[in-house]
T-cell receptor, first 113, second 112 residues
Framework: KAGVTQTPRYLIKTRGQQVTLSCSPI?????VSWYQQTPGQGLQFLFE???????NKGNFPGRFSGRQFSNSRSEMNVSTLELGDSALYLC????????????FGQGTRLTVV | AQSVSQHNHHVILSEAASLELGCNYS??????LFWYVQYPGQHLQLLLK??????LVKGIKGFEAEFIKSKFSFNLRKPSVQWSDTAEYFC??????????FGKGTRLHILP
């Protein structure tokens, strides 16, 4: 069974631009969650999608948004990028929800310059 | 508010030493608990999880954790560490079907 796939692996953007990250969950998994990982802050929850609906949301500004498609693939969008958005963005998939075991992708390393 | 606290940000041990990483959570209701590990350059992997039942949980690579409800703790242990255990360890918690909240991580460095 293929794991969680995130694309691209690395991105460099300039301040003010927008970016879209993609996540393909494990086949059959309906829940996709997104996390921001930064040194010293650990993993901070962004949002979770389940069957194309946002089910949970973390404490991030509205510049961070996401969506999930009917095939469970998910995208995360960040608009008006700031230097502080530089981080590793992780996607996790699970069968029924984030209370269950989650499988993580390798992440997308975003650098904002 | 729900939270997960890891006591140590950075731990350095020699090979064969015993390991205990502390984790406390602040959650109401039934909670699922996890330990994840991130080896250098690799993605997060599940070490072990507790949903219910025996509070002493055994995971991969000789790790175990004990759920102590009265102390709101879920400490990770290993009797004898190896150099290959060098990694960052994350404790996490979630109510059923709710988002997983992670601690800030503990960087473990094992001296050969």
């Amino acid at each position: 069974k293929a794991g969680v796939t995130q694309t691209p692996r690395y991105l460099i953007k300039t301040r003010g631009q927008q970016v879209t990250l993609s996540c393909s969950p494990i086949s059959g998994h309906r829940s996709v969650s997104w996390y921001q990982q930064t040194p010293g802050q650990g993993l901070q929850f962004l949002f979770e999608y389940f069957s194309e609906t946002q089910r949970n949301k973390g404490n991030f500004p509205g510049r961070f948004s996401g969506r999930q498609f009917s095939n469970s693939r998910s995208e995360m969008n960040v608009s008006t990028l700031e230097l502080g958005d530089s981080a590793l963005y992780l996607c996790a998939s699970s069968l029924s929800g984030t209370g269950a075991r989650a499988f993580f992708g390798q992440g997308t390393r975003l650098t904002v310059v | 508010a729900q939270s997960v606290s890891q006591h140590n940000h950075h731990v350095i041990l020699s090979e064969a030493a015993s390991l205990e990483l502390g984790c406390n959570y602040s959650y109401g209701g039934t909670v699922n608990l996890f330990w994840y590990v991130q080896y250098p350059g690799q993605h997060l992997q599940l070490l072990l999880k507790y949903f219910s039942g025996d509070p002493l949980v055994k995971g991969i690579k000789g790790f175990e954790a004990e759920f102590i409800k009265s102390k709101f703790s879920f400490n990770l242990r290993k009797p004898s560490v190896q150099w290959s255990d060098t990694a960052e360890y994350f404790c996490a918690a979630a109510n059923r079907d709710d988002k997983i909240i992670f601690g800030k991580g503990t960087r473990l460095h094992i001296l050969p």
